[in-house]
C-alpha cells in the first residue's frame, strides 16, 4: 500500500515540494517565533486524518478551528493501571512485594473506580501492621487520589470516545492548574486510540509537563506504549515542544521525524540536537537552528535533512514556494494590522473564490454546534447541581421521615412501677405490691382529720377505713364514758410514762384522803374498769402501766392506720380528757 505522505512546505532555496511520512513526530522552536502550532496544525489539515489535541493552557490561541469534543476519561481502577499511577508518583518500579500489595487492593474493586480504590486505600492505612514502605506508598497514593478524585467528579466525562472528522479538540483549560487531572484524561484518551482507534493523530502538548524526565507521571507510560505499538495502525503522536530539556529521553529515541525550529539559547539547541537519534551527518549544527526564521524549520529524518519554509495551511503554494525561495519574505505576509492567519487566509482571492460558501457553512455549523455543546455543558452543570440539591432534600427528608419514638404507655408504666419501692417483692406478686405502694402513698398524702374524713378510694380500701373509722369511734366513745376521776387519773398515768402504784395515783390525783378507806376503794374500782377497758395495764403486783396507745394501736392497727393516724386518735382522746 503506498503511503499518504503529508506536505511540509518548500524547500528553501530550491523551492522543491517536502513531503514527510506518516509518523511520531516532534516540533520543537521558541515560543511565537517558531511557528509549531501553526506547522502541526497545517499538517493536521492535509494529512486528512483525524486528529486530537488538547487545550491545556488558558487563553492558549492554537487550534481553534478544530471540533470540541467532550472530554473523555475511563475510570480505572485494575493493577495495572495503578501500578502505573504508583511508579509514576513514586517514580521507581515497584518491588514485587509492594506490587502484590497494589494488585490485592485493586482487584478488591473491580477494576472500575479510583473512587473505590481511595477507600480502600483508606482502609488499608488505618491497618496498623504497615511496614514503612507500603504505608508510604499508600499515602502517596492517597494524597495523589485526594487532590485528583474531586476534581474528577466535577465535571461529566464522557465514557465513550467520539471522534469527528479533522481536529477534536479536548478542552482541559479548567484544569490548567492540575497537571495530574490533564494527565489522568491524556493517558485515558492515549490508551483508548491505541485500542479502538486507526488513522488518529494525537497532540501531545508541553511535553516537559507530560512527559517529564525527572518525575514521574502516569501519561508518560501511556505515550511510550503508544509510540511503541501505535504505527501498526497508524496511530501517531505528535509532540508539541519549546526544546528538549526536561523531557524524557525514552519516548524520544522512538521518533523518527524532527521539524527543529528557531531557538535562541545554544544549550538548549545543542540538548535538542543530541537528543536526536540520526547519525551527527544528518543533523543541523546549532548555528544552524539560531539563525532560522519564522516559519522555517530543518526537517530532519533518517534518509535526509532539508531546511524547509513550513506552508501554513492560511497560505497558498505560490506565495508558499516564494516565501522558500527568498523572493517573499514571512513578515510580508502579515497583514500591518497584524491580523490573525485566518483572517489573511479569507482575504486570499482564490480561497474566497475556491469554497467561500462552504467555509461559511462549515464556520456557522461549527459555532452552532459548539453553542449547542456549552449550552449541554451548562445545563448538564444545571443538572449536577439539581441533583446534589434533590440529594440534600432527600437525605433531610429522611432524616425528618425516622420512625418517631413512639411512646408505649404500657412500658412505660412498668418502667415507673419497677421503681417503685416494694415492701416485700419476693412473697408478693409484684402488680399486686405495686397497687397497694401507690394506694398508701396517695393516702398518706392526703389530708386526715379524724373523724370527719371523707375517703373517696376504692371500695375495699373504702371498708377498711370504715373499720378504722368504727374502731377509732369506740374508743373515743370509751373515753367519753369515763367519769371525771378516771379521766384525771388516766391523764396522770399518761404523762408519768411509766408503771405506779396505785396509791401514788390516787394521791398525786386526789391527795392524802384518797388513798385509804372507801374513797381508795371507789377508786380501785373505778381503775379496775379502765384496766378492763384496756386502756391502762395492770400487773400481778398491782403495778399500773400506761397503755392507751398500746390499746390505740391494738385496734386501729389492723385496718391498715398509719403511725400519724394512731397519734391522731391518741391525741384525740387525749384532748376529751382535758375537756
Ligand atoms: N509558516 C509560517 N508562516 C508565516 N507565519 C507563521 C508561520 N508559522 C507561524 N506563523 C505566525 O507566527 C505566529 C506564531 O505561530 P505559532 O502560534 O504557530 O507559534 P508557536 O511556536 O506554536 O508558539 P507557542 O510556543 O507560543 O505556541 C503566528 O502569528 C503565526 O501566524
Ligand atoms: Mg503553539
Known sequence: MKIQKIKLGFEIKTG??????????????????????TTLESLIKRSKKRAIVFRTKIGEKSFLEGTKIPPYFKDRSDWQFIQGLVE???????????RSVIIRLSKQTGGNSLLDFKKKVDERLETPKLNNFERDILTNLQAYLEIVLPKLQSINFSSKLELVEGLNIIDLERFSRDPEVQSLVISSVVEEVLNEFKDVIIVIPESWKFLPQKRGNICKLAIEEFIRQGATNNNYVWIDSQDMSNVDKVPLKQISTWILGYQSEKNEVKHTLDQIPLPSKSKPKPEDIMSLGLGIFYLATRERTIKTYVQPFWLDDSRSKKVALGKLKVSELDAPEKLTPFKVAMKQPEKITEKPSIDFQETSKRFQKELTEMRHDFFDKFGEMQEQINKTYVEIYNIKNQ???????????GKVLQKLPT???????PVSVDKESIIKDVLSRMPTQVGANVYEVAPLVKITKDFLEEAKNKIISHIEKLDDKQKRMLKWIEQNAKNTKRNEIFLNCFGKSATSGS????????????????????DTAQRIFPHLKERITDLIKQYKATDEEIENVYNHVLMEMIK
Open 88 to 98: 509514576a508518583t513514586i517514580k521507581e518500579k515497584l518491588r514485587s512485594w509492594d
Open 519 to 538: 374513797a381508795y376503794t371507789e377508786l380501785a374500782k373505778k381503775v379496775l374498769e379502765m384496766k378492763q377497758l384496756e386502756i391502762i395495764r395492770v
Open 16 to 37: 522543491k515540494e517536502v513531503e514527510i511520512a506518516p509518523s511520531h513526530l516532534i516540533v520543537t522552536g521558541l515560543t511565537q517565533e517558531a511557528g509549531k502550532t
Open 423 to 429: 415492701s416485700s417483692p419476693a412473697s408478693v406478686t
Open 403 to 413: 420512625p418517631k419514638q413512639e411512646f408505649d404507655e404500657e412500658v412505660f408504666l
